[in-house]
């Protein structure tokens, strides 16, 4: 595809439930990151895949956060027993590779609430 | 451990004047520093990036950044604003794993 596409838009769940958050990066990317951001707020760092390295979980928040990236493409965020702090806009970025290398292309976000 | 620092929650500025956005850094080794722009309901956008080079970078919608070392800075910069150009501003750093963005400054640009 043309970015770095991400569904759902927008994702409101009750609290308790699991909820699964998809990004698709841009073709030929190898770098996939997520972040999180809360209301007007700036960008807490999640966690980073590249190539088939081990993946950089250092900003997971908690062990009910997880994610996982099939085939070096599409990655999935899941986030377990959701709490209403977990309410925030997701953000996934993919870079070609290194990422000291090219930019990040950021992806439009799944606006999480959880009730 | 990186991090970037933007001191300035908001700016003002009018329309035609110059307008400075400020961050500061910290990184083992080399910097990589970037900035990105988010309008209003939509995603970020990538507006520049010093890797190595001149000291000023020259990016996106007439924005420019200047590197400097002993300061540990990488302001951006434009020399006329537009009311336009309001939107959120993050800056950001890569180190030795992913990119670490500072807080954000809102940029609002009176008429």
């Known amino acids: 595809g043309a970015g770095v596409s991400q569904s759902p838009s927008n994702k409101v769940t009750e609290k308790g439930k699991d909820v699964e958050l998809r990004c698709d990066p841009i073709?030929?990317?190898?770098?996939l990151y997520w972040y999180r951001q809360s209301l007007g707020q700036g960008l807490e760092f999640l966690i980073y895949?590249?190539?088939?390295?081990?993946?950089?979980k250092s900003g997971l928040p908690s062990d009910r956060f997880s994610a996982e990236r099939t085939g070096g493409s599409v990655s999935t965020l899941t986030i377990q027993r959701t709490q209403q702090e977990d309410s925030a806009v997701y953000l996934c970025?993919?870079?070609?590779?290194?990422?000291?290398?090219?930019?990040?292309?950021f992806g439009q976000g799944t606006r999480l609430t959880v009730v | 451990a990186q991090s970037v620092a933007q001191p300035e929650d908001q700016v003002n500025v009018a329309e035609g004047n110059p307008l400075t956005v400020k961050c500061t850094y910290s990184v083992s080794g080399n910097p990589y520093l970037f900035w990105y722009v988010q309008y209003p309901n939509r995603g970020l956008q990538f507006l520049l990036k010093?890797?190595?080079?001149?000291?000023l970078v020259k990016g996106s919608y007439g924005f420019e950044a200047e590197f400097n070392k002993s300061q540990t800075s990488f302001h951006l910069k434009k020399p006329s604003a537009l009311v336009s150009d309001s939107a959120l501003y993050f800056c950001?750093?890569?180190?030795?794993?992913?990119?670490?963005f500072g807080s954000g400054t809102r940029l609002q640009v009176q008429p």
């Open positions: 010093y890797i190595t080079g001149d000291n």
């Open positions: 895949f590249q190539g088939n390295s081990a993946p950089d």
């Open positions: 073709s030929g990317h190898t770098a």
């Open positions: 970025a993919s870079s070609r590779d290194s990422p000291s290398n090219t930019e990040a292309f």
């Open positions: 950001a750093v890569m180190g030795r794993r992913a990119l670490t």
